[in-house]
């Protein structure tokens, strides 16, 4: 079995609490493809706080020379990104990627160079990124599996000021019903244990989450948990609930109108303070063909 890359551990977990939780936006996103491949993604999102409108166009051309893929990407903050990715072309298992941002407003911003490579074999992904154009700074991460159980660690390197930036380590283990994982985070400041279980697959998942920080001062929160639950109505719909333990909770429907066509409402309280709570809601529209 090869294992999930260091990022992507606590992943079924973290996406039932911030996946399908557009609180505060107004998103429509179109999805579209042409007939030699080539995938069209527009998004468009308003804040409901400012009223900003942040809109991105992107366009994803695979199938070339050297299992070859070409993403490029504008948004209305005026950056302009291209990602070159390879995945197995020059060895089983090995996916090569860089991505270039730069600034089309002519603000002075420097442009942004980072590049990844990722081997996954059975039992193993190996990750390591780089900063070219910052520092640079060079970050590796690893998972090593074995009959469900997972260790991994991950380290990043600031050449130019010669330190360590982070450092951090993770176990679990992972069935195809559940997973369980503890992490830490800003260099062992936080730590992190999480558990999601479908407990009818298809119909019902679960997940919880607690964090704790280790740096905060006496007088504050020293924990933070959280619950949350996914279940389907039916192959059309579903309905997502969360809460925490400082109150705030989540809501969420979806609904598929018909193919292609799928319609996400949102809305947060904070269950602590109603009164005061700023109830904020959000709406998300996607076409798809």
């Not at 154009?133 to 599996?145: C, F, H, T």
Request: proline share 3%.
């Amino acid at each position: 079995m090869i294992p999930p890359k260091y990022a992507d551990v606590m992943k079924p977990a973290n996406d039932m609490f911030g996946k399908d939780f557009p609180i505060g936006v107004d998103k429509l996103e179109v999805k579209t493809k042409a007939a030699n491949g080539t995938a069209f993604t527009v998004t468009g999102s308003r804040s409901s706080a400012t009223g900003g409108i942040n809109a991105e166009f992107t366009a994803k051309t695979s199938n070339l020379l050297k299992n070859l893929t070409i993403t490029d990407k504008i948004n209305t903050n005026n950056q302009f990104t291209v990602e070159l990715e390879s995945d197995n072309a020059f060895a089983k298992g090995l996916k090569i990627d860089a991505a270039s941002v730069i600034s089309l407003a002519g603000d002075g911003k420097a442009p942004s160079l980072k590049s990844n490579l990722f081997f996954k074999q059975d039992n193993l992904h190996f990750h390591l990124s780089s900063d070219l154009l910052n520092g640079p700074v060079v970050s590796s991460n690893a998972i090593v599996a074995q009959n469900g159980f997972l260790v991994g660690a991950e380290v990043s390197y600031d050449f130019a000021k010669a330190n360590v930036k982070a450092s951090n380590l993770l176990v679990g283990y992972a069935a195809s019903d559940y997973n369980a994982v503890i992490q830490t985070s800003n260099t062992f400041n936080n730590v992190t244990a999480a558990v999601f279980q479908r407990i009818r697959p298809g119909v019902l998942d679960t997940a919880s989450r607690a964090t704790v920080n280790l740096n905060q001062k006496a007088d504050a929160a020293f924990a933070k948990m959280e619950v949350a639950a996914k279940y389907s109505l039916d192959k059309t719909s579903f309905v997502k609930a969360k809460v925490a333990s400082d109150g705030n909770l989540g809501l969420a429907y979806s609904q598929i109108i018909r193919p292609g066509v799928t319609a996400l409402f949102a809305a947060s309280a904070n269950l602590g303070n109603l009164p005061e709570s700023k109830n904020l809601v959000g709406f998300s529209l996607t076409f798809e063909s």
